[in-house]
């Protein structure tokens, strides 16, 4: 079974910021993970899926990237609006089980 | 526009049985496959299950294995969680999701969520 530990759990941020958030895999999933944002009250939303390709309607100042093991979410300037949970997603080949990492906190510092 | 709808959720005592629901719409629904997640109040996501586009695969997380059935109408657009034997840690949010493409495993669209609490 295929672990994801996200790293920080809290990130205390400005708006304006650039925000860095972390998603380590326990083995290699290529390039299959997915991040979301979720608010208070509300579903996830998909951000990015393939490691590194924007999801329809998302800003351009969400961008990912990583491969195997070591995957990054950054929001280049972070917006009121972006101050939210985080979560990573993988699914593993076979059966097609999804895995999702525990989560960073994105807060205003 | 993609619309899930979830329902049936409820307060339900431990061992007992409780059947959710999803209205689908906006898309042609027998050409996905469909997923169950949830998560704990204050917690995380967790996936609890999937199945094919033609009902055929289904799958479970370990936790939910032998209690939860997952099933779909693809006549009338809906989709089903079948949970018994509930135990207080099922106690949840739970969504169902479409993923991006036909069983990619991205999930593009949730719906608002139907909370679940077993508790006696």
């Known amino acids: 079974e295929i672990v994801l530990t996200q790293s920080p759990a809290t990130l205390s941020l400005s708006p304006g910021e650039r925000a860095t958030l972390s998603c380590r895999a326990s083995q290699s999933v290529s390039s299959y993970l997915a991040w979301y944002q979720q608010k208070p009250g509300q579903a996830p939303r998909l951000l990015i899926y393939d490691a590194s390709n924007r999801a329809t309607g998302i800003p351009a100042r969400f961008s990912g990237s990583g491969s195997e093991t070591d995957f990054t979410l950054t929001i280049s300037s972070l917006e009121p609006e972006d101050f939210a949970l985080y979560y990573c997603q993988q699914r593993s080949g076979w059966p097609p089980f999804l895995t999702f990492g525990g989560g960073t906190k994105v807060e205003i510092k | 526009q993609v619309h899930l709808v979830e329902s049936g959720g409820g307060v339900v005592q431990p061992g007992r049985s409780l059947r959710l629901s999803c209205a689908a719409s906006g898309f042609t629904f027998s050409d996905y496959a469909l997923h169950w997640v949830r998560q704990a109040p204050g917690k995380g996501l967790e996936w609890v299950a999937l199945?094919?586009?033609?009902?055929?695969?289904?799958y479970y997380a370990d936790s939910v294995k032998g209690r939860f059935t997952i099933s779909r109408d693809n006549s009338k657009n809906t989709l089903s969680l079948q949970m018994n034997s509930l135990r207080t840690e099922d106690t949840a949010v739970y969504y169902c999701?479409?993923?991006?493409?036909?069983?990619?495993?991205?999930?593009?669209?949730w719906g608002q969520g139907t909370l679940v609490t077993v508790s006696s």
């Open positions: 999701a479409r993923p991006l493409g036909f069983d990619s495993a991205e999930l593009e669209s």
């Open positions: 199945i094919s586009f033609d009902g055929n695969h289904k």
